[in-house]
């Protein structure tokens, strides 16, 4: 089966790389690669969600013919989200299942204070405060130069996001969180049950925002379990597919 892995604000599709060793062989992982950023750093940036949700799935369909399930991390978490609404307007394939990570639900107020249109200053000190970017990275000129355009551009899709009411998914999922995460704490994660149709587990970890980054191994091998398990079950929830 595979499983679709969306990045946080300001990674690319490499960030994934280092999970394939802990998560099970019979699992191909396929990260998003958003516009902007590594191998299409010459396309322009996404700031509208449903304009990036779009382009995903366009770019998904060829690859739902066989089972599949999303991954998602903080902004991964609500694009992930929005794209399994997606495919359920077109009437394409549905994930079996969802992993939400350190993202509240979506449909809770989100930050008081909008970080895509902060000065340069604040906006590194907020960084700092997720210690989710390297220091060596926020004190390298060039690599800033790089990469504060594309947190601009993802924290802009984060935080513009308008949340429409609709039935929940009928799909299982896996919520994840770190239990020193300020951003997404377990009661707001515990909140994304109502927009699941089936079961939704609920499982927090040591560590912040980023608390993946010490995990990884316990992670991978959950979601590893968790996917094997459903497929055996035959919980795949599919509907018909119009041909283009």
């Not at 590594?38 to 995903?56: C, F, G, K, N």
């Not at 979506?106 to 895509?116: Q, S, T």
């Not at 340069?120 to 220091?135: A, I, M, Q, Y």
């Amino acid at each position: 089966m595979r499983l679709f892995c969306f990045p946080f604000a300001g990674g690319g599709a490499s960030v994934f790389r280092k999970w394939t060793p802990h998560v099970s062989r019979d699992v191909q992982m396929m990260a998003i690669q958003m516009p902007g950023r590594e191998s299409r750093l010459s396309e322009d940036l996404h700031v509208d969600m449903p304009v990036a949700v779009a382009a995903i799935v366009d770019d998904l369909l060829p690859w739902l013919d066989r089972p599949f399930a999303f991954l998602g991390h903080s902004l991964g978490s609500l694009m992930s989200f929005c794209v399994a609404r997606e495919l359920r307007e077109r009437g394409a394939p549905m994930p079996l299942h969802m992993f939400l990570s350190a993202r509240r639900a979506p449909h809770l107020a989100g930050p008081r204070r909008a970080l895509h249109g902060l000065p340069r200053d604040e906006l590194l000190r907020e960084l700092r405060s997720l210690e989710g970017t390297p220091s060596a990275v926020l004190e390298h000129e060039e690599l800033l130069e790089l990469l504060l355009p594309i947190l601009r551009a993802d924290f802009q899709l984060n935080e513009r996001y308008v949340h429409a009411d609709a039935a929940p998914l009928p799909c299982t999922a896996t919520v994840m969180g770190g239990l020193s995460d300020h951003a997404a704490g377990r009661a707001q994660l515990a909140q994304w049950a109502q927009h699941f149709a089936g079961p939704t587990e609920l499982d927090m970890f040591p560590g912040g925002h980023f608390y993946v980054d010490q995990m990884l191994p316990v992670l991978g091998a959950r979601i590893g379990q968790r996917l094997l398990s459903s497929v055996g079950r035959g919980t795949v929830v599919e509907t018909a597919c119009a041909a283009g």
